[in-house]
């Protein structure tokens, strides 16, 4: 009786699933992606580059760059004392510490951003002392933030946790046993074997806090050139129909989102490299 492993189907088996694969990706995101850009240039480079120099734009791409700006290194902070407190203690409530940590991939953004406005709108408990000190949060630039936080903070403490699991706590054993004190032996020892990890999880968190709209769409109050991102511009701009625009900021993004993508691969490729260094060794 002769057996196949997988991978040694017949020809016409292999090209027909491949080809499969290949209209798939092309049907669903090359298309998409070539329409955009398409749409944005469609009345030429004048019209394009136009659409950039409106006050409400480039206050929207303002406000999604400074928003990132701010998520990005706390959630990289957290990641990092997340996947530390995992991978190096033993303590209660360890296995509750990693569900919580998943918990945005399973929350719907939307609901995300309608617990902000339940905690800091002018109908919660916190909405009168917050209206006494004139503190806004909701439907201003810190609710944003809060709401691109919530949705982006798994992304590098998922990416350090298995990584720092793999590693083991022996080079850290080793720095404290030769006199390291544990700030050193972070800088010198565990940082350096994370840190392709951890790019790699700022750079999936840096992608989510520049293109998320469900969470940010319920907090921001849509108030245009004060508290919308590029995503919530999109969005106006499309619904007055003003579609170059729409498309141009549209293609802006995607571009950023192709940038994003290549940085990833190259990422990805050296970070596959140092986590088979690290096996070997």
């Known amino acids: 009786m002769s057996s196949r492993s997988a991978g040694q189907e017949p020809a016409p088996v292999r090209a027909l699933l491949i080809a499969i694969a290949l209209a798939y990706v092309a049907a669903v995101l090359l298309l998409p992606l070539v329409l955009v850009f398409t749409e944005a240039f469609r009345k030429g480079w004048e019209n394009y580059l136009l659409a950039f120099t409106e006050p409400n734009s480039l206050a929207a791409i303002r406000l999604t760059l400074l928003v990132t700006v701010i998520a990005v290194p706390l959630n990289a902070a957290f990641g990092i004392l997340a996947a530390w407190a995992v991978t190096k203690y033993?303590?209660?409530?360890?296995?509750?510490?990693?569900?919580?940590?998943?918990?945005?991939?399973?929350?719907?953004?939307?609901?995300?951003?309608?617990?902000?406005?339940?905690?800091?709108?002018?109908n919660s408990a916190l909405g009168p002392w917050l209206r006494a000190?004139?503190?806004?949060?909701?439907?201003?630039?810190?609710?944003?933030?809060?709401?691109?936080?919530?949705?982006?903070?798994?992304?590098?403490?998922?990416?350090?946790?298995?990584?720092?699991?793999?590693?083991?706590?022996?080079?850290?054993?080793?720095?404290?046993?030769?006199?390291a004190s544990g700030w050193q032996t972070f800088w010198r020892v565990t940082l350096p074997n994370i840190k392709w990890g951890l790019l790699y999880g700022v750079l999936l968190?840096?992608?989510?806090?520049?293109?998320?709209?469900?969470?940010?769409?319920?907090?921001?109050?849509?108030?245009?050139?004060?508290?919308?991102?590029?995503?919530?511009?999109?969005?106006?701009?499309?619904?007055?129909?003003?579609?170059?625009?729409?498309?141009?900021?549209?293609?802006?993004?995607?571009?950023?989102?192709?940038?994003?993508?290549?940085?990833?691969?190259?990422?990805?490729l050296r970070f596959a490299d140092e986590l088979a260094g690290t096996r070997r060794h």
């Open 205 to 268: 968190s840096t992608a989510r806090a520049m293109g998320e709209f469900g969470a940010v769409s319920v907090v921001s109050g849509h108030i245009r050139g004060k508290t919308t991102t590029m995503p919530l511009d999109i969005e106006i701009l499309y619904n007055d129909y003003n579609f170059t625009a729409a498309f141009a900021m549209a293609s802006l993004l995607a571009m950023l989102a192709l940038v994003t993508l290549l940085i990833k691969t190259v990422l990805e």
């Open 90 to 122: 033993e303590f209660r409530g360890k296995a509750l510490l990693v569900t919580l940590i998943d918990l945005p991939f399973s929350i719907s953004p939307v609901v995300s951003g309608m617990v902000w406005v339940l905690l800091f709108g002018a």
């Open 133 to 179: 000190n004139n503190i806004e949060i909701v439907f201003a630039v810190p609710g944003i933030v809060l709401a691109t936080i919530f949705v982006t903070f798994p992304f590098v403490a998922r990416e350090l946790i298995p990584l720092m699991q793999n590693q083991g706590t022996t080079d850290e054993e080793a720095a404290l046993s030769l006199g």
